[in-house]
Nanobody, 116 residues
């Protein structure tokens, strides 16, 4: 059974930082592209960034230079370091896994709220 479990969300002041974590089980983590998405109230889920199995990263323009994705294959974990947070970063953040093509597996999400 595949499970992705996010943690690390919370309330932070604008300009602050948070680090989200996601632990995966039941998948071949080391070959999977891992991604972070987010969904704000009333909005569609949007791509935040991903990290491939060989460590290549890509980010949405809205977070480029502020957010960093990393992974630890030994622990089956992926991280999202978020710096210089803005109120518009407020959303539920989801971890997703793509062992082949497409994001087949999703976590339950963790809430991030940035106060102005």
């Amino acid at each position: 059974q595949v499970q992705l479990v996010e943690s690390g969300g919370g309330l932070v002041q604008a300009g602050g930082s948070l680090r989200l974590s996601c632990v995966a089980s039941g998948i071949m983590f080391s070959i999977s592209t891992m991604a972070w998405f987010r969904q704000a109230p009333g909005n569609q889920r949007e791509f935040v960034g991903h990290i491939t199995n060989n460590g290549d990263t890509r980010y949405a323009d809205s977070v480029l230079g502020r957010f960093t994705i990393s992974r630890d294959n030994a622990k089956n974990m992926v991280y999202l370091q978020m710096n210089s947070l803005k109120p518009e970063d407020t959303a539920v953040y989801y971890c997703a896994a793509s062992p082949r093509v497409g994001y087949d597996y999703w976590g339950q999400g963790t809430q991030v709220t940035v106060a102005s």
